[in-house]
Each structure stands twice: as C-alpha cells, then as structure tokens.
C-alpha cells in the first residue's frame, strides 16, 4: 500500500512537471536554437527505429527501369530539389533553415552522417516509407496523399541514381517534356 | 573638431549599417531564387560516343531528347504550310553555294 502511495506521488510529481514545462514556455522551439546534443541523439534514435520498423515489409519492386526515372526526375525537381539539393548545389534557403536539416540526397547515403543506413534494398524500402508518409515536426510532407505507390517508386528510382548524377544527366532528366 | 568628426562619423554609420543590412536582405530573398523554371531537356551536350547504353540513366535521356525532339517536329504543321507558302512569289530554289561543273572535257 506504501509502495503504491509512493508511485502515485511520482506520477503526480512527474505530471506537474511535464505541465510546467508546457504552460511555462521555458522550452525554445526556435529552428535556429539546435537541440542539446543529448535530445538530438533521442529523437533521431526513435526516428529512425521507428522508420526501419515500420517499413521493415515493404516489397521493393525493380528500380532500373528507365521509365522511372523520367517520372521521379521531374517529381524530385519540383518537390523534393529544394531542401534536398541538385547535383552542383550544396546548399538552399530551405536546406539552411530547415531543422532538422534535411539530407543532402546528391550525396550517397553512406556519406550522410549521424546515423546508419543498411543495403540498398533496406534504404529503398526507407525512402519509400518517409516519401509516402512524411516525418511529423520536420518539414517532411506525406506525398501518399497526393501521389500513388507508382509514382512514388519513381521518385525513390531517382533518388537512388541521384547522387551518380552529373549536372548535365540531372537538367535533362528533370526537365518538363 | 574631433567630436565633430565622430559625430558625423556615427551618423554614416547610422545611415549606412541598416541600409547595408536591409539590402543583403532583400537579395537573399529575391524571388526569382525561389521560382522554378520549366526548362526543357538540354540535349545538345549529350555525347552519344561515350554513353553506356545499357545504363537506365542512358536511356532515358535518350527517351527524353526523342520525345522532345518528335515534340517539336509536330509543332510544325506542314499541311498548313503548304497552303500559306506562295511558292510563285519566292526567288528561283537555286542555290549560290551550288557548285557548278565548270569542266567540259568528258
């Protein structure tokens, strides 16, 4: 009965806290104040545990097919390219002001830092996964609304030639017909 | 004369440090930056020679400039050309640059 009392105590104590913390607005959700390196690694861990979980099962069809290219080239050019850069850029106004920062896609996966990436296969299945349903808090939308699995298969067909492209080989894939 | 000086000293830089700023500003948000332009496939650098045809990246670039190139052929509408040209009003189709066979010995 002692030992119940006092939990109780902590969840009230541990619920006045969180209320504080909420209603003070002590807590800076300011995009050009990073995180403590500490809530970074947590929310970055829990990102991408949860998105290798949830797209764990996700068939990956074949992706050299030239078709899909031409679709997911000018998909990625007028919805992704601008927080996600082209061959040649290195930075934008968005991928400077968004935080967290989106990856730079015109670089191969394994170059990216923080975090793993896992096979080809596994990064295709990911990248599928947060194109189709987007990341809360980050800036990423979920393009699953709006666009079919078809078209979004594209767009990781793209992404996966993206960071072999040259300037050139990206302005002719991306162009309008 | 020396606090003069500084006075009109911290007066430009009154005037200038805004309007330095203030400008900077404004170019990083032009908005053009921000506009995407529809660009059509720049083909003419595309060197066939040294394109691995087996390459999916290779073929459709080559979808690409196909479709564009057919794209542009059918804007030309020769139907309607043929009408619209007065061939008796045009100069005689010969060509200066033709070069004529001076030699007679055959």
Same mark, same amino acid.
């Given at each position: 009965?002692?030992?119940?009392?006092?939990?109780?105590?902590f969840?009230?104590?541990?619920?006045?806290?969180?209320?504080?913390?909420?209603?003070?607005?002590?807590?800076?959700?300011?995009?050009?104040?990073?995180?403590?390196?500490?809530?970074?690694?947590?929310l970055?861990?829990?990102?991408?545990?949860?998105?290798?979980?949830?797209?764990?099962?996700?068939?990956v069809?074949? &992706?050299?097919?030239?078709?899909?290219? &031409?679709?997911g080239?000018s998909?990625?050019?007028?919805?992704?390219?601008?927080?996600?850069?082209?061959?040649?850029?290195?930075?934008?106004d968005?991928? &400077?002001?968004?935080?967290?920062?989106?990856?730079?896609?015109?670089?191969?996966?394994?170059?990216?830092?923080?975090?793993?990436?896992?096979?080809?296969?596994?990064?295709d299945?990911?990248?599928?996964?947060?194109i189709?349903?987007?990341?809360?808090?980050?800036?990423?939308?979920?393009?699953?609304?709006?666009?079919?699995?078809?078209?979004?298969?594209a767009?990781?067909?793209?992404?996966?030639?993206?960071?072999?492209?040259?300037?050139?080989?990206?302005?002719?894939?991306?162009a309008?017909? | 004369?020396?606090?003069?000086?500084?006075?009109?000293?911290?007066?430009?830089?009154?005037?200038?440090?805004?309007?330095?700023?203030?400008?900077?500003?404004?170019?990083?948000?032009?908005?053009?930056?921000?506009?995407?332009k529809?660009?059509?496939?720049?083909?003419?650098?595309?060197?066939?020679?040294?394109?691995?045809?087996t390459?999916?990246?290779?073929?459709?670039?080559?979808k690409?400039?196909?479709?564009?190139?057919?794209?542009?052929?059918?804007?030309?509408d020769?139907?309607?050309?043929?009408?619209?040209?007065?061939?008796?009003?045009?100069?005689?189709?010969?060509?200066?640059?033709?070069?004529?066979?001076?030699?007679?010995?055959?």
């Amino acid at each position: 009965m002692k030992m119940l009392k006092l939990l109780l105590l902590f969840v009230i104590l541990g619920l006045g806290v969180v209320t504080t913390v909420m209603y003070s607005g002590i807590v800076d959700v300011a995009a050009d104040e990073p995180h403590s390196d500490f809530v970074y690694w947590i929310l970055e861990e829990t990102r991408e545990n949860s998105i290798k979980k949830a797209a764990e099962n996700i068939e990956v069809p074949d &992706l050299d097919v030239p078709d899909l290219l &031409l679709t997911g080239g000018s998909d990625y050019e007028f919805m992704c390219s601008s927080c996600h850069l082209a061959p040649g850029q290195t930075e934008s106004d968005m991928s &400077l002001g968004l935080y967290p920062a989106p990856p730079n896609l015109t670089i191969a996966a394994e170059s990216h830092k923080g975090h793993e990436h896992g096979d080809g296969a596994q990064n295709d299945r990911k990248n599928f996964w947060v194109i189709k349903h987007g990341i809360k808090a980050s800036g990423m939308p979920a393009w699953g609304k709006t666009h079919d699995d078809q078209r979004i298969w594209a767009m990781v067909a793209f992404i996966k030639r993206l960071p072999t492209l040259t300037p050139e080989q990206y302005q002719v894939l991306t162009a309008v017909d | 004369m020396k606090t003069a000086l500084l006075k009109k000293a911290s007066k430009v830089a009154l005037v200038l440090i805004p309007t330095i700023t203030l400008s900077m500003a404004a170019t990083a948000h032009d908005p053009s930056m921000h506009v995407k332009k529809a660009e059509k496939a720049d083909c003419s650098k595309m060197d066939h020679s040294k394109m691995d045809m087996t390459d999916p990246v290779a073929i459709a670039m080559m979808k690409k400039c196909m479709k564009q190139a057919e794209k542009s052929n059918d804007k030309m509408d020769h139907s309607k050309m043929s009408k619209e040209m007065d061939h008796s009003k045009m100069k005689k189709m010969t060509d200066k640059n033709e070069k004529k066979d001076d030699h007679d010995e055959h």
